[in-house]
C-alpha cells in the first residue's frame, strides 16, 4: 500500500505570498544551486538536522551533493519522498527546502521539515515561508496527521518514538 492515494498529483510550482520566491520539485540539476545555499548555512543546519539525518556533513562535497539530489528527484518521479526548492523569480539561487515524506515514526500519515539560508532567518521571507508550508500541506497534499519535524514536534522527542509500522 502506497503512502500516497492513487492518482495523486503532486504539486509542480507553489508561490510563497507576499515573496518573490516559489516552490518546485527539486532536480539534479539544481545541486549549482543547492551546493551553495547547503554549505553557506551548514553549521546552522547540522544543528538542525544532524542529530536525525547527519547532515549536511561538514565534508559533504559538490558531487555527493548533485548525486543526492539525484535521488531526491528519482523519489519524486515515483512519489516515494518529495524535496522542493525554495528559489528565487528567476531560479538563479536556492533560499531553502522543504521535505515531506513517508512517516518514519508511529503517529503520523506524512513527515514534513523545512529549512532557510542563513541570510533568511528572522525576516520576513522566512516568516512568509514559514507560514505557507502547514498551508499548503492541508490545501494540496492528502495527510490527515502531518507531523512538522522540529515545528510541533521537537527533533528529539521525533527521535525518542516508536518506527512506524
Same mark, same amino acid.
Given at each position: 500500500?502506497?503512502?500516497?492515494?492513487?492518482?495523486?498529483?503532486?504539486?509542480? #510550482?507553489?508561490?510563497?505570498?507576499?515573496?518573490?520566491?516559489?516552490?518546485?520539485?527539486?532536480?539534479?540539476?539544481?545541486?549549482?544551486?543547492?551546493?551553495?545555499?547547503?554549505?553557506?548555512?551548514?553549521?546552522?543546519? *547540522?544543528?538542525?538536522?544532524?542529530?536525525?539525518?547527519? *547532515?549536511?556533513?561538514?565534508?559533504?562535497?559538490?558531487?555527493?551533493?548533485?548525486?543526492?539530489?539525484?535521488? #531526491?528527484?528519482?523519489?519524486?518521479?515515483? #512519489?516515494?519522498?518529495?524535496?522542493?526548492?525554495?528559489?528565487?523569480?528567476?531560479?538563479?539561487?536556492?533560499?531553502?527546502?522543504?521535505?515531506?515524506?513517508?512517516?518514519?515514526?508511529?503517529?503520523?500519515?506524512?513527515?514534513?521539515?523545512? *529549512?532557510?539560508?542563513?541570510?533568511?532567518?528572522?525576516?520576513?521571507?522566512?516568516?512568509?515561508?514559514?507560514?505557507?508550508?502547514?498551508?499548503?500541506?492541508?490545501?494540496? *497534499?492528502?495527510?490527515?496527521?502531518?507531523?512538522?519535524?522540529?515545528?510541533?514536534?521537537?527533533?528529539?522527542?521525533?527521535?525518542?518514538?516508536?518506527?512506524?509500522?
Amino acid at each position: 500500500m502506497s503512502w500516497l492515494p492513487d492518482g495523486f498529483v503532486h504539486p509542480v #510550482h507553489v508561490p510563497v505570498p507576499g515573496t518573490a520566491f516559489h516552490l518546485r520539485p527539486i532536480r539534479e540539476a539544481d545541486a549549482v544551486r543547492d551546493y551553495p545555499a547547503v554549505m553557506g548555512s551548514r553549521e546552522r543546519l *547540522w544543528e538542525i538536522f544532524g542529530p536525525a539525518w547527519s *547532515w549536511p556533513r561538514e565534508t559533504m562535497t559538490y558531487e555527493e551533493n548533485r548525486a543526492d539530489l539525484l535521488r #531526491h528527484e528519482k523519489e519524486i518521479d515515483a #512519489h516515494q519522498s518529495f524535496n522542493y526548492a525554495l528559489l528565487d523569480e528567476g531560479e538563479t539561487a536556492l533560499f531553502g527546502c522543504v521535505y515531506i515524506d513517508p512517516p518514519e515514526r508511529a503517529g503520523s500519515d506524512g513527515e514534513v521539515a523545512w *529549512w532557510v539560508v542563513d541570510d533568511l532567518v528572522g525576516g520576513e521571507a522566512e516568516r512568509a515561508f514559514d507560514a505557507l508550508v502547514p498551508q499548503w500541506i492541508a490545501a494540496d *497534499w492528502p495527510f490527515q496527521q502531518p507531523r512538522y519535524l522540529g515545528r510541533d514536534i521537537t527533533w528529539q522527542d521525533w527521535l525518542a518514538l516508536p518506527r512506524a509500522s
